[in-house]
């Protein structure tokens, strides 16, 4: 059985840009939401290469504003497994583009349930097993 | 000062289009997040007619999968006011194109604080009154 | 026979941020056609309930341009019911974010035929009856 | 000054691919009007060389529905040239890929006013003598 | 069999808006990229009227940064027929708006392989005898 | 000085979702290369955190066709740092969503020479030297 997390970190790195941004010219909140969404879905995805569905978000905290001209990784990592449902955890990273300068922006978990083949719900274990 | 909160809420009608799917046929759910996110930051501004900030999201909960060729209905109303913050609900409701069934499909709540013109947080109260 | 036509009034609103802008920094009215046959479409269908297809345009004015920082309502309604066709009017008011201001800058009327299972035209009272 | 209208045609060739359809699999009739207007003001700017702002658009007319799966060409050309506006016919042509056929799928006119530097309109003669 | 290279070129005009552009203001390069696809793309089977693929890209060098406010036209033109491949050369022109100074900024040359309906490669010559 | 390249390794993990598509509903060639020009274009500023301009493409190979619903890791890395330029190898894997096949799809290189304040051409050596 899977256990080490670490080996399904899946990583997004964006250039904020003009169509991403909001009225104040900081990165759009949707727009993050929409990454951390893609990639929360792969991270759960590539772990038990298996049907996954989301089935909620636990709070998504906006920590600072995202500067126009900066770079963001959007990371995800499993952090928990469940009996039938496991939790990703999606942080996003601001870098300067500059300079060495990095620190987190935006963090939030997502749930996500496994199905069968027939859309219901089925163990984690024993999709895990089967890899 | 406003209390009607009625007077506030913002919709946003939109249709499952190729555009908008997942890898299932069924609406992307960062898709759902971006729109949601827009109506959540158009009803705060509405209500407060100030600048507003997004803080955090509680848990957003994706009760059914949204099919290709319906419409939803991405509809905000204000549900809390307090000192510094405002909390915006957000659901969205699936209505199928060709009879009248209409149901909730994801729902969520988005927390605002309000800023001055130094970006500094101010009293929802005080903007409430000048409005 | 449905005819309280204020029933299926389609709104949709929106953020003029910068993926939505043309060279002058007001809102690309390419942009805003695409939403405006967009809410057109829901309306009609909303109204029917039946498969709908865009038959054409009338006139489209635009009254002003749409700065960057507001805050659209693109706003749908039924405004005649013929033997086979019904007419959609489209308005997009602009609202300033920080004041009560509301104002129309785009206006137009859209027409849209009833097709049946066969895709031929069928008569809209008789859809209409059926609801 | 310039009367040769013919040497100001815009051309944008485009696919239908999934991210440009609607719910019935056919063109999204607000993309086709995405294009068109984009169209059309680059047609009125080449004409003029001078900025130049939508006005309004005439009856356009969806002839055919768009196939998934062809290629259309958007084709702008001056079709009259008045004291302070002009208008810009666009045609849209569907191609099969795979055979000759092409046949005019959806058409209509774009009016523009031509402004001076202060955003006021100017008379078309002047700046036409200009170029 | 066809040998008029010229009939076949494509043409897709674009305005440089804010959604188009990279952290310095200027045409990202990858949304270029985007469009000298689509039009080589649609060059080749344009001249082919069958499936193609592409193979690969050549050297694509970026002559000089492509101005916010400005107008491109992307156009692409075949300018090699091989035995089983076409090699297709799209030029990215950039316009002023107010002036009529063009020059070329991009260039870059896609071949492509033509298909049967097996999606086995088949000889150029023999398609274009068919037309 | 910065020797170690594969610290400056940035990767994107993209689901092949509808709107990523061509008409072949396999992955549209100029979405790739969008997605490989940003991250070619990060990993170039990641390794030198200085303004970095693209300034060509060598030969861009598309080996397989990316089929829908799969995932993909566009990934970039430095492979080689001349005078004044540096090159930025970026290789598209593509994986299946349920097992854990993964295989290359598209490869390329792209050249990008370092500016200083005044958009003039800089050593590469200085800059390194500088972090």
């Known amino acids: 059985?899977?256990?080490?997390f670490d080996a399904y970190t899946t990583s997004?790195?964006?250039v904020i840009i003009p169509n991403t941004l909001?009225?104040?010219?900081?990165?759009?909140?949707?727009?993050?939401?929409?990454?951390m969404d893609e990639v929360a879905y792969i991270t759960a995805i590539r772990f038990t290469r298996n049907k996954m569905v989301t089935v909620s978000t636990d709070k998504i905290k906006f920590?600072?504003?995202v500067k126009s001209g900066t770079i963001v990784e959007v990371f995800g990592k499993i952090v928990n497994v469940g009996t039938v449902k496991i939790d990703v955890l999606v942080?996003?990273?601001?870098?300067?583009?500059?300079?060495?300068?990095?620190?987190?922006?935006?963090?939030g978990q997502f749930t996500f349930a496994a199905l069968?083949?027939?859309?219901k719900p089925i163990a984690i274990a024993s999709i895990l097993q089967k890899n």
Not at 1 to 4: L, Y
Not at 116 to 119: M, R, S, T
């Open 1 to 4: 059985m899977t256990t080490n």
């Open 12 to 14: 997004q790195f964006k």
């Open 22 to 35: 909001n009225d104040h010219e900081t990165l759009f909140g949707g727009e993050a939401l929409k990454w």
């Open 63 to 65: 920590l600072k504003p």
């Open 91 to 107: 942080d996003i990273y601001m870098e300067e583009m500059y300079d060495d300068c990095r620190q987190k922006v935006i963090t």
């Open 116 to 119: 069968n083949n027939e859309n």
